[in-house]
């Protein structure tokens, strides 16, 4: 069977999983904001512009300082930037949050690719870290252990966030807020607070994200960067039923269905090029339609609070 | 409170936020070392003033206001579709294949087209509507993850002569077009004062009218009004959640399409053929005029006439040093100023509701 040569084939070679990590660990940075802003109870889907600007700030920062540690802090802050629209709009003004996240995707869409022409920022990508023993494991080595240095934040962010959401008390708040906001709101907590909150980490671990696709991986802005990978981070947060470990085997899974369009066609396999570029969200729309009703959602997701309303 | 105070307080909060957004835009043109009055002459010209530009206006009005119609329906009952883009350019596909393949001629072939570009959006949003209903899948993801099946779809189909590659182009200069309509079967254009548009301008404006009737004096908008608002109640009263909300996806979709098939059937875009990236974000923009609108259809036809004044106005720009996609962060800034003031008036009337309430008790 020509198929499952294929994937034994994609299966036993160390450039898949390389490429496969690369295209994850965007999807990763993303996912993990995102999954917090859920648990909080937000459906964030601004968080493709909250990447792009993430991206385009990245750029600027390596531009005008040639250091790439700055353009990751800028790109945070880039969005920081979007979160907190997002978050004011939404969990202050009460506007809807689907709207809201819309309407920023094209607003930013606009910004960066109208800052891009105008300013012409020059980047590229950053030098890849090798870490010398746990490099050499066969297949898995390089793709979790040799990539662009920037990878390594994620080390720190997945434990550092898995500490703030299940053992600090802001996290339980988070948790409580997402899950019952009427009971939280009663015990003296203040939901919206909590959930704008929440929307800056996703803001901040998604510009991050930005940052890391731009001088990680692409090395060059332009408006089409994203390409739809904050939608596959938010997807994966619900394929992986709102845990953290799910949320991170979801991205794995979405970054090596990314990856198929670079490795296949080297390792000799012909594929429908339009067949392979709309596979992420064919996947995407399956994994969604076979997990949707497995999981149980934050019991209050999408739904805004308002004291007294129901 | 009197009608009138709160009347004129809506009126005082749009104006402040309109005005919050436009200043906003003229400090980003004013920040890029260009004049904003310069801008705003040019956008005038390149929409209004310059001979033949608002007949442009109105074409790209007519997509815009067709989508936007679709996306009211959707929001109608409490859905949201935000895969317009996709669902335009699936009905635009179908509409090229029908007006490339039906026999018959004249009239008969434009209604095909149309119609097929309804059936089209309408197959593609009521995909995710389907999914919706039958596996809970959140309409909002799947619409908008549908966008770039939709466009791989049809870019497949452009490559290949049995769906949409005109045989004759493919041999000629391989560009990837369908087979452009026959004179005959394009929607008539009409020429006045020096502007030329279709009649697809009058056919969107009966379907606004049209629409507006239906939702809000018959009883198929009142069911899917009460199914939106309450779905309990609609149970009660034996209206089907599932049946309801799967029309006004279809509907939603369906206007997309519809949309799609206008354009290629009107000539505004791609002298009647189809081709990659034949929906040119309208699609979104559309969507931007519905958010704009909110609940009013009638409000769609300033609104989109606004939009598509931004988006031929734009083309003009070059000459003030300024690139064009700033219309684009005009009119995100515009949108989102224009969320506020509901927001706004929603937490006054909650905050004075509440303090009627503890000053009886």
Redesign the interface.
């Known amino acids: 069977m020509g198929f499952f040569e294929a994937i034994w084939d994609v299966l036993s070679t160390e450039t898949a999983y390389t490429a496969a990590t690369r295209f994850a660990a965007v999807l990763v940075f993303a996912a993990v904001g995102e999954w917090v802003a859920e648990r909080s109870g937000t459906l964030n889907i601004s968080i493709e512009a909250m990447i792009l600007t993430g991206a385009f700030a990245g750029a600027m920062g390596y531009h005008w300082t040639e250091n790439a540690l700055v353009g990751i802090l800028m790109g945070m802050i880039a969005g920081l930037i979007v979160s907190l629209v997002q978050a004011q709009m939404s969990h202050r003004l009460t506007a809807d949050q689907f709207v809201v996240g819309l309407t920023l995707n094209i607003l930013f869409l606009g910004v960066t690719s109208f800052l891009y022409a105008e300013w012409k920022p020059s980047s590229k990508v950053v030098s890849k870290l090798e870490i010398p023993v746990l490099k050499e494991i066969p297949l898995i080595g390089e793709a979790f252990f040799g990539q662009p240095w920037p990878f390594l934040f994620l080390y720190l962010l997945v434990p550092f966030t898995w500490w703030l959401v299940y053992r600090t008390r802001w996290g339980l708040e988070v948790r409580a807020v997402g899950e019952n906001p009427q009971a939280a709101d009663v015990s003296g907590i203040d939901v919206n607070k909590r959930r704008r909150q929440s929307i800056y980490y996703a803001g901040l671990c998604s510009g991050m994200g930005g940052a890391y696709l731009l001088l990680g991986q692409v090395g060059r802005f332009d408006d089409g960067i994203v390409a739809g990978r904050g939608f596959i981070a938010l997807v994966a947060v619900i394929f992986g039923g709102w845990t953290l470990r799910g949320t991170i085997l979801g991205c794995l899974l979405f970054g090596s269905v990314l990856s198929f369009r670079l490795t296949l066609p080297g390792l000799g396999y012909q594929l429908n090029s339009e067949l392979m570029s709309s596979l992420p969200f064919l996947v995407t729309i399956i994994a969604m339609t076979a997990f949707a009703r497995r999981v149980r959602p934050p019991g209050s997701l999408a739904r805004p609070f308002v004291r007294g309303l129901k | 409170m009197s009608s009138m105070r709160r009347r004129s307080e809506i009126v005082f909060l749009y104006a402040c936020s309109t005005f919050v957004a436009l200043l906003l835009s003229a400090i980003?043109v004013e920040a890029?070392g260009a004049n904003w009055t310069d801008v705003w002459n040019s956008l005038l010209d390149g929409s209004l003033r310059k001979p033949g530009r608002w007949g442009k206006t109105l074409g790209s009005a007519v997509p815009m206001a067709m989508v936007a119609v679709g996306t009211i329906i959707s929001t109608k009952v409490g859905l949201?579709n935000?895969g317009q883009e996709g669902q335009m350019l699936v009905g635009a596909a179908f509409a090229a294949y029908v007006g490339a393949h039906a026999p018959g001629s004249g009239p008969i072939v434009i209604c095909l087209v149309i119609i097929g570009g309804f059936v089209g959006g309408a197959f593609w949003s009521g995909l995710a509507g389907a999914?919706r209903y039958w596996?809970?899948?959140?309409e909002?993801?799947?619409t908008?993850?549908?966008v770039?099946?939709a466009a791989?779809?049809v870019?497949?189909a452009l490559?290949n002569t049995w769906l949409l590659l005109d045989p004759d182009a493919a041999f000629g200069n391989r560009a990837l077009v369908s087979k452009q309509l026959d004179p005959d079967s394009r929607l008539p254009r009409v020429e006045i004062f020096g502007n030329n548009f279709s009649l697809s301008v009058i056919l969107a404006l009966l379907i606004i009218v049209l629409t507006t009737w239906v939702l809000s004096q018959t009883v198929i908008g009142f069911k899917l009004n009460v199914v939106g608002e309450n779905r309990r109640v609609g149970q009660r009263f034996g209206i089907s959640e599932v049946k309801q909300g799967l029309m006004a996806m279809c509907a939603s979709g369906g206007f997309a399409g519809l949309a799609g098939a206008m354009m290629l059937a009107s000539g505004d875009f791609a002298k009647y053929r189809l081709v990659t990236g034949f929906t040119v974000n309208l699609g979104?923009t559309g969507?931007?005029v519905a958010?704009v609108a909110r609940e009013k259809v009638m409000a769609i036809i300033p609104v989109a006439l606004i939009f598509a004044g931004l988006r031929t106005g734009s083309s003009f720009l070059a000459a003030t040093g300024v690139?064009r996609?700033?219309?684009?962060?005009v009119?995100?800034?515009l949108?989102?100023a224009l969320?506020?003031p509901?927001?706004?008036l929603?937490?006054r009337d909650?905050r004075r509701a509440?303090a009627q309430v503890e000053s009886r008790t």
Not at chain 2, 135 to 138: G, I, K, L, S
Not at chain 2, 325 to 329: A, F, I, K
């Open positions: 980003i890029v949201i935000i999914l596996r809970n899948v959140p909002v993801l799947t908008l993850l549908l770039t099946v791989n779809l870019g497949y490559k979104w969507l931007l958010l690139e996609r700033v219309t684009d962060v009119q995100g800034l949108v989102l969320l506020v509901p927001a706004i929603f937490i909650r509440l």
